[in-house]
């Protein structure tokens, strides 16, 4: 059982930075590929970006790549995304996701969740 606990987001003008970071806890958590998907109002989740467990290889979506950047702290189980040029259409509730066997590019099928954190991007 991983049990993953996400911190920072808020509120920022367009144009601006915020970084939000999800620890991981629990029975060889280093060992979890992790990522963030995203969640807008009336929307289905978007896959963001995605870490895998020694840090050395990432993806990203399309609309964040160039902007978002993710990485792990593995002695901490920690995985921070660096989001730069916010924009507006980036408002979402962000979730940290983590799984031992699929890869990069089935987050959105990740079997651990946190419980989410709020980014709002003003106009």
């Known amino acids: 059982q991983v049990t993953l606990v996400e911190t920072g987001g808020g509120l920022v003008q367009a144009g601006a930075s915020l970084r939000i970071s999800c620890t991981a806890s629990?029975?060889?958590?280093?060992?979890?590929?992790m990522g963030w998907v995203r969640q807008a109002p009336g929307k289905d989740r978007e896959f963001v970006a995605a870490?895998?467990?020694?840090?050395?290889?990432?993806n990203y979506s399309d609309s964040v790549k160039g902007r978002f950047t993710i990485s792990r702290d593995g002695t901490e189980n920690t995985i921070i995304l660096q989001m730069n040029n916010l924009k507006p259409e980036d408002t979402a509730v962000y979730y940290c996701?983590?799984?031992?066997?699929?890869?990069?590019?089935?987050?959105?099928?990740?079997?651990?969740w946190g419980q989410g954190t709020q980014v709002t991007v003003s106009s």
């Open positions: 629990g029975r060889s958590a280093s060992w979890y590929n």
């Open positions: 996701a983590a799984d031992y066997l699929k890869g990069l590019r089935s987050l959105l099928n990740y079997q651990y």
């Open positions: 870490i895998n467990a020694d840090g050395r290889r990432t």
